[in-house]
């Protein structure tokens, strides 16, 4: 692995754990060129591969990062943490992996992240919104906005009528 201060690759493993409920292994790093530690993160590749139809018809691998970089985007200098970001993204990715066997439609993805981004944070998921939706004028935003002011609020630990 290389070194992210000197890039060079000599280093030990220190520590190894899981994390992310077994999905991922965190290891810990120490240079031995440099002394600097750092920490590495291991997880299984999706053996499926999906492809997404683009409106256009057009199909491309599908790319969790360009997912990644959406919601990052959307997400700008709001207070929102790298690793929600991160597991948001992930758990986009599973479903996909679990509700789709080759194909799903770049429409289909576009949803999931506004739906997951609106519980995460609201200003980020408008941005999103904005972006996917391509709104015409203002008055599409406050339609937008109004729907989101006046959707029911899950409360936390509350238990749900129907499973």
């Not at 995460?120 to 904005?130: K, L, N, P």
């Not at 959707?151 to 238990?159: F, H, L, S």
Request: glycine share 4%; charged share 40%; net charge positive.
């Amino acid at each position: 692995m290389m070194c992210p201060s000197c890039n060079v690759d000599n280093d030990k493993v220190i520590d190894s754990r899981a994390a992310d409920g077994g999905r991922v292994i965190r290891r810990r790093r120490m240079c031995l060129n440099c002394r600097k530690r750092f920490t590495t993160y291991e997880r299984a590749e999706q053996t499926s591969r999906l492809a997404v139809v683009k409106s256009d018809g057009t199909r491309q691998p599908f790319d969790a990062e360009k997912i990644l970089k959406g919601v990052s985007a959307a997400c700008g200098k709001r207070p929102v943490p790298e690793d929600v970001k991160r597991r948001l993204v992930e758990e986009i990715e599973e479903s996909l992996h679990r509700d789709f066997d080759r194909e799903v439609a770049s429409s289909e993805i576009g949803t999931r992240v506004m739906e997951r981004l609106r519980d995460v944070d609201e200003v980020a998921y408008i941005r999103f919104a904005s972006e996917y939706r391509q709104f015409k004028s203002v008055n599409d935003i406050l339609d937008e906005l109004k729907m989101l002011t006046n959707r029911p609020r899950d409360v936390k630990d509350q238990q749900r009528l129907f499973p």
